[in-house]
Nanobody, 121 residues
Framework: QVQLVESGGGLVRPGGSLRLSCAAS????????MGWYRQAPGKQRELVAGITSEGITEYVDSVKARFTVSRDNAKNTWYLQMDSLNPEDTAVYYC???????????????WGQGTQVTVSS
C-alpha cells in the first residue's frame, strides 16, 4: 500500500500562482511516473502534467509555458508550479503515481485525495 497526500490548493486571483505538492509514503516501492490530473465540473478528468523519475516531463497544451512539474526523488515528492493562472484552471487537482514494487514485474496506480484550486477575482 502506498499513500499519496497532496496539498497546496486554494483561492488565487487571475494571474497569480500556486504550487501543489504530492508526497508518497510506504515501503518497498519506487515511483516510475508522477502525474497531475484535474477535473472541473461537467468536464472529464484530464492529465495536466507528468514526470518520470528520470525527469522527463509532459504537459497538456493548455498549460504549457505556464505550469512546471518537478520532482524530488529523495523525498518521493513531486510538485506542480502553476503560474499565470486563469479561471479556466479552476478544478480539483489530483496527484497520481504509477508505482513499481520490489520483486514484482507489475506495478500499480495510486491517487491523491484531491485539492481544490479556484482562480477568481
Amino acid at each position: 500500500q502506498v499513500q499519496l497526500v497532496e496539498s497546496g490548493g486554494g483561492l488565487v486571483r487571475p494571474g497569480g500562482s500556486l504550487r501543489l505538492s504530492c508526497a508518497a509514503s510506504g515501503y518497498g516501492f519506487s515511483l516510475n511516473y508522477m502525474g497531475w490530473y484535474r477535473q472541473a465540473p461537467g468536464k472529464q478528468r484530464e492529465l495536466v502534467a507528468g514526470i518520470t523519475s528520470e525527469g522527463i516531463t509532459e504537459y497538456v497544451d493548455s498549460v504549457k509555458a505556464r505550469f512546471t512539474v518537478s520532482r524530488d526523488n529523495a523525498k518521493n515528492t513531486w510538485y506542480l508550479q502553476m503560474d499565470s493562472l486563469n479561471p479556466e484552471d479552476t478544478a480539483v487537482y489530483y496527484c497520481h503515481a504509477y508505482v513499481r514494487f520490489v520483486g514484482h514485474i507489475a506495478g500499480d496506480t495510486y491517487w491523491g485525495q484531491g485539492t481544490q484550486v479556484t482562480v477568481s477575482s
